[in-house]
């Protein structure tokens, strides 16, 4: 008997898989694959790559750098509301092309034209947020007090002497050696948080009135004479304000001031708030580099970020066929 090497029975299965002679037509029981599979789409790959992040890139640029103070400003209105279009673009192909179910667009599926829609609004977001909580937290109070004047650096200021509105354009102020808080007139307004407010006066004579006051949110208790723990306090060194930048927290620091006036006989006719220190110009120092090391975390934290959700999608396409 002549034994045919290489023919196997057409009846014959094994696996779910169906032998025939001549070339092998192999079909798979998997519901995930559909027509015959091509190359990885490389051209989509790099897009989603780099283009969400460059668009995150920008937009945060715009929201967490001085360029919102800069002759730039409206140039970079202008490439924020491009951003916007861009998103808005993007989904308007996305949702058209997925109505259809046709492979007529710039990627050549739609599933990646739905991944770029998707993955540009992330990044706009996630770049107007967080360049916006850099701004608001480090780059916006070391910009606005830098925008004021300094007093004390030659002659140092004297709480007694000076009037609040000689000076009301302090950024920073360097007080006299002699200048201290007055702790036995310290207050608190309560708003949900406590706004603790404490005179800054030199020697124990009662001043005319009271325009220097140190601030600080929830370092008191609201219990009428308590010691003032805002700032550094306790720092004998410390003879120095910074001054409050933050209008959200003003009006309550003024009321606290007021509720000292009543409850202490005292005035308070131009009162200045100031974060208590001994250094002001190294905690703009600090402001900065924060700055600075929330542009890197941000910047190459979102590239890792994007590439992750790339590796991600690329796999889950593979899985479906659609490259």
């Not at 937290?137 to 830098?146: G, K, L, N, S, W």
């Not at 360097?174 to 030199?202: G, Q, S, W």
């Not at 325009?211 to 120095?240: L, M, Q």
Request: aromatic residues 14%; proline residues 4%.
């Amino acid at each position: 008997m002549q034994q045919q090497i290489g023919m196997i029975n057409p009846q014959v299965q094994y696996g779910g898989v169906q032998f025939i002679n001549g070339p092998s037509v192999i079909k798979s029981p998997s519901p995930f694959l559909h027509g015959t599979r091509r190359a990885m789409n490389s051209h989509a790959i790099g897009i989603m790559l780099f283009v969400p992040w460059l668009l995150f890139l920008t937009i945060y640029l715009i929201c967490a750098t001085t360029m919102r103070y800069s002759i730039y400003r409206d140039l970079g209105e202008r490439i924020y509301y491009v951003g916007i279009a861009i998103v808005v673009i993007t989904w308007l192909f996305a949702i058209n092309s997925w109505r259809r179910k046709c492979a007529h667009d710039p990627f050549r599926q739609h599933s990646w034209l739905l991944l770029a829609a998707i993955s540009l609004t992330v990044a706009f977001l996630c770049g107007t947020v967080f360049g916006d909580m850099n701004f608001y937290y480090h780059t916006q109070p070391a910009h606005d007090v830098e925008n004021l004047n300094t007093y004390g650096n030659k002659t140092a200021v004297d709480p007694s002497v000076t009037k609040g509105e000689a000076i009301m354009d302090a950024g920073r102020i360097y007080f006299t050696e002699a200048a201290h808080l007055d702790e036995n007139k310290a207050m608190t307004f309560k708003n949900r948080d406590l706004y603790c407010v404490a005179p800054i006066v030199v020697g124990n004579k009662p001043l005319r009135s009271y325009d220097y006051w140190a601030v600080g949110v929830n370092c008191c208790s609201s219990r009428r004479g308590t010691k003032f723990a805002c700032g550094e306090f306790a720092n004998p060194h410390a003879k120095a304000g910074l001054r409050l930048m933050r209008d959200d927290q003003r009006a309550f620091f003024r009321l606290a001031v007021q509720q000292a006036e009543v409850s202490y006989g005292i005035k308070a006719e131009h009162p200045l708030f100031f974060e208590w220190m001994q250094d002001p110009s190294s905690v703009i120092t600090n402001w900065r580099e924060e700055a600075y090391r929330w542009h890197l975390m941000c910047v190459l934290g979102y590239f890792i970020f994007n590439g992750f959700c790339v590796t991600v999608a690329v796999v889950f396409f593979s899985k479906l066929g659609r490259y």
